[in-house]
């Protein structure tokens, strides 16, 4: 009995350390930190990967691939900061792979995107109730605004819902968007939520984007079909805490905010219940896909879960956001075997890369994350499908373009991508969610799975 009281006390006293540390913190600079672009075979990754001098600290990142996909031009972006550049420079030099930088410094980027941030002063007027600028990003507190002000401007179409609140007492918010919330009908539902990953900033913006069309552009042909064969929910910052951290402290940070024994946070995407933890690298407190001490042990994790599951009826498709590989991403993704139906979601995956191709020229990759990553567990994606969700899906938005010197520009920016970005980005993901409830519609008897 005293044992466990020990233990008890100092626990508490090991929180109350990571939490007065985390509490008084300063902003975490990354001067001198690099983007290189480098050639890099499967052996070569897993080689970085599992490198200990590349592990992530507590509070910052030392070395992180940023893009690759197995089986292309097997060509990989990584972050590197000068703590890990001498041994990953060397790693490649004994390797033979040719490399180049380019970034310099990517601190000049997040510098640049916090006084962006911070020179623009968002003021809601009365006339302006429910409108949300497109073309920048916004804090957590002026999201937050839009959706009360959506919820009271637009009630006869629009819900919001407190979903959860988060470790750090903010909410997780979603928001119900219908052709006729009075209207007792029970239509298929769509689902898509962003935000999972903090510092993946284009995400929140694709589904604010998304959100944004459904409630202000229903004249459009493509919105009014989705909403009337539709209900659509939006969650676009699933990870508030996380999100107001990489604004305010640590501009690379992914994780939520909770405290553990072994660090700070918990990988939200590898958090889910299906599979979870088979990852090894997830069972370390440091890493940035931490999968938590059990699953659905993060309350935002937990709350989104219970919002869908008790919320939601027919629930027909799942979409996860998140940046950047320029992918769409379909179960399983905790093995490299295909589910039985999984011909429909091929099927579905290439009319999408088809039609974004054909709007813009931009191409899309498509495969399970084995296939074109490695093996992830406890993931969304791959929970959703598990509980019947006919079509659950996870997009890795763009770097790249049909113009090379826009791919180039977004990889120098290292993770900031230009606001300018937002607006095509959401385009493409909308033309996604379209060919994904045709599809639905067109099939809906052999997809019938959570019926």
Same mark, same amino acid.
């Given at each position: 009995?005293?044992?466990?009281?020990?233990?008890?006390?100092?626990?508490?006293?090991?929180?109350?350390?990571?939490?007065?540390? =985390?509490?008084?913190? @300063?902003?975490?600079?990354?001067?001198?930190?690099?983007?290189?672009?480098?050639?890099?075979?499967? @052996?070569?990754?897993?080689?970085?990967?599992?490198?200990?001098?590349?592990?992530?600290?507590?509070?910052?990142?030392?070395?992180?691939?940023?893009?690759?996909?197995?089986?292309?031009?097997?060509? $990989?972006?990584?972050?590197?900061? #000068? @703590?890990?550049?001498?041994?990953?420079?060397s790693l490649l030099q004994h390797y033979q792979l040719k490399y180049r930088v380019l970034?310099?410094? /990517?601190?000049?980027?997040?510098?640049?995107?916090?006084?962006?941030?911070?020179?623009?002063?968002?003021?809601?007027?009365?006339?302006?109730?429910?409108?949300?600028?497109?073309?920048?990003?916004?804090?957590?507190?002026?999201?937050?605004?839009?959706?009360?002000?959506?919820?009271?401007?637009?009630?006869?179409?629009?819900?919001?819902?407190?979903?959860? $609140? +988060?470790?750090?007492?903010?909410?997780?918010?979603?928001?119900?968007?219908?052709?006729?919330?009075?209207?007792?009908?029970?239509?298929? =539902?769509?689902?898509?939520?962003?935000?999972?990953?903090?510092?993946?900033?284009?995400?929140?913006?694709?589904a604010l984007y998304i959100l944004n069309e459904l409630v202000h552009n229903r004249q459009?042909?493509?919105?009014?079909?989705?909403?009337?064969?539709?209900?659509?929910?939006?969650?676009?910052?699933?990870?508030?805490?996380?999100?107001?951290?990489?604004?305010?402290?640590?501009?690379?940070?992914?994780?939520?905010?909770?405290?553990?024994?072994? *660090?700070?946070?918990?990988?939200?995407?590898?958090?889910?219940?299906?599979?979870?933890?088979?990852?090894?690298?997830?069972?370390?407190?440091?890493?940035?896909?931490?999968?938590?001490?059990?699953?659905?042990?993060?309350?935002?994790?937990? *709350?989104?879960?219970?919002?869908?599951?008790?919320?939601?009826?027919?629930?027909?498709?799942?979409?996860?956001?998140?940046?950047?590989?320029? $992918?769409?991403?379909?179960?399983? *993704?905790?093995?490299?075997?295909?589910?039985?139906?999984?011909?429909?979601?091929?099927?579905?995956?290439?009319?999408?890369?088809?039609?974004?191709?054909? =709007?813009?020229?931009? +191409?899309? =990759?498509?495969?399970?994350?084995?296939?074109?990553?490695?093996?992830?567990?406890?993931?969304?994606?791959?929970?959703?499908?598990?509980?019947? /969700?006919?079509?659950?899906?996870?997009?890795?938005?763009?770097?790249?373009?049909?113009?090379?010197?826009?791919?180039?520009?977004?990889?120098?920016?290292?993770?900031?991508? #230009?606001?300018?970005?937002?607006?095509?980005?959401?385009?493409e993901v909308l033309v996604s969610l379209h060919e994904m409830a045709k599809y639905y519609?067109?099939?809906?008897?052999?997809? *019938?799975?959570?019926?």
């Amino acid at each position: 009995m005293t044992f466990d009281r020990t233990r008890g006390s100092l626990y508490t006293i090991l929180v109350v350390i990571f939490l007065s540390n =985390s509490c008084l913190a @300063e902003y975490v600079r990354y001067d001198r930190a690099k983007t290189y672009s480098f050639d890099c075979p499967e @052996e070569f990754r897993k080689i970085i990967e599992n490198h200990p001098k590349f592990r992530a600290t507590r509070n910052k990142v030392t070395l992180e691939l940023w893009s690759y996909q197995r089986g292309t031009s097997d060509n $990989a972006i990584a972050f590197v900061t #000068p @703590e890990a550049e001498a041994q990953f420079l060397s790693l490649l030099q004994h390797y033979q792979l040719k490399y180049r930088v380019l970034n310099q410094n /990517v601190q000049k980027a997040y510098d640049k995107e916090k006084r962006r941030m911070k020179k623009r002063k968002f003021r809601l007027s009365s006339d302006a109730k429910g409108i949300l600028s497109m073309d920048e990003y916004h804090t957590y507190e002026e999201i937050e605004q839009y959706f009360k002000d959506i919820d009271e401007v637009y009630s006869e179409k629009c819900k919001l819902f407190n979903i959860s $609140a +988060t470790y750090e007492n903010r909410t997780v918010y979603g928001i119900k968007v219908s052709q006729n919330l009075t209207q007792d009908t029970v239509k298929p =539902s769509v689902v898509v939520v962003s935000g999972l990953h903090a510092r993946e900033w284009l995400g929140h913006a694709t589904a604010l984007y998304i959100l944004n069309e459904l409630v202000h552009n229903r004249q459009n042909k493509t919105i009014h079909w989705m909403l009337q064969h539709f209900d659509c929910y939006i969650i676009p910052v699933g990870n508030p805490d996380g999100y107001v951290h990489t604004i305010n402290k640590n501009r690379l940070w992914r994780k939520t905010r909770s405290i553990n024994l072994g *660090g700070v946070g918990v990988d939200m995407n590898r958090n889910f219940g299906y599979h979870w933890g088979e990852e090894p690298e997830s069972n370390l407190p440091y890493d940035e896909v931490y999968a938590g001490p059990e699953p659905f042990s993060e309350v935002e994790t937990k *709350g989104i879960v219970n919002f869908i599951n008790n919320t939601i009826k027919n629930h027909a498709i799942y979409l996860d956001i998140h940046a950047f590989m320029q $992918a769409f991403l379909m179960p399983w *993704g905790y093995t490299k075997s295909k589910p039985e139906e999984y011909r429909y979601l091929k099927e579905v995956c290439a009319n999408i890369v088809k039609r974004i191709k054909m =709007s813009n020229g931009n +191409t899309y =990759s498509c495969g399970t994350p084995p296939d074109l990553l490695y093996i992830t567990a406890g993931t969304s994606m791959d929970y959703y499908y598990s509980q019947g /969700v006919p079509i659950s899906m996870s997009v890795e938005v763009r770097p790249f373009s049909a113009e090379a010197n826009m791919t180039e520009s977004v990889f120098k920016a290292s993770m900031a991508w #230009p606001p300018d970005q937002i607006v095509p980005t959401g385009k493409e993901v909308l033309v996604s969610l379209h060919e994904m409830a045709k599809y639905y519609i067109n099939h809906e008897e052999e997809l *019938g799975r959570n019926k």
